[in-house]
């Protein structure tokens, strides 16, 4: 309620597990018609959900996505001797990417069919290179690469420097006006704000 009143944005979603109060929340100025899970893992804070909203010029969908995290910095503390550290962390690397593979495979199954322009946008926890993201981009548009500028990273790890794990993909109804990250504080990622046309 607070965030929704911050932000001027009374209609919103939230998805989150029984056991924790992390998920994905949606926050809209016009009113949310539906909310469909799309993916929601027991015993993880990674959720996804798929938004139907009703606005002035039709209904349109936003699915909003978090895939699971790699986590390095809490594995690295696990082990002290370093080989077994080196193989923990290959053989965590690889169920991450099931663990994603397995909910992209959801994401694209339950908006295949999806009936209003669409733009999906969360924290893919991938690298732009990534197979991940990848597969995204071969259904919808990365807002950066259309209309974005400079390197794009979201999530700041060294300073000025950073990574591009955050996204904004869009099916081919909207226009893609602009895309800018924001340098700003309350999180450890910063915000990817995208202006759309229809």
């Not at 009113?31 to 938004?51: A, Q, V, Y």
């Not at 591009?164 to 893609?176: K, N, T, V």
């Not at 504080?185 to 229809?198: E, F, N, R, T």
Request: overall charge positive; aromatic content about 12%; glycine content about 8%.
């Amino acid at each position: 309620d607070q965030i929704a009143e911050a932000v001027n944005m009374p209609f919103y979603r939230f998805d989150h597990r029984p056991e924790n109060l992390h998920g994905a929340a949606t926050f809209s100025k016009y009113p949310i018609l539906r909310t469909d899970t799309l993916f929601m893992k027991r015993g993880e804070i990674n959720t996804g959900i798929l938004s139907t909203i009703q606005t002035p010029l039709g209904k349109m969908g936003i699915a909003n996505i978090h895939l699971t995290s790699y986590r390095m910095g809490q594995k690295l503390k696990e082990k002290k001797e370093w080989w077994p550290k080196v193989k923990g962390l290959f053989y965590h690397a690889q169920d991450v990417v099931k663990d994603q593979q397995a909910k992209v495979n959801q994401v694209l199954t339950k908006t295949e069919d999806y009936p209003y322009p669409l733009v999906v946008a969360g924290d893919l926890n991938s690298a732009p290179h990534s197979a991940i993201r990848k597969q995204f981009k071969d259904r919808f548009r990365d807002t950066f690469m259309e209309v974005g500028s400079g390197i794009g990273f979201s999530y700041p790890i060294l300073g000025p420097y950073g990574l591009r794990i955050d996204y904004q993909f869009a099916s081919h109804e909207w226009g893609i006006q602009s895309h800018e990250i924001f340098k700003a504080d309350g999180s450890d990622h910063y915000p990817v704000v995208v202006c759309y046309g229809l």
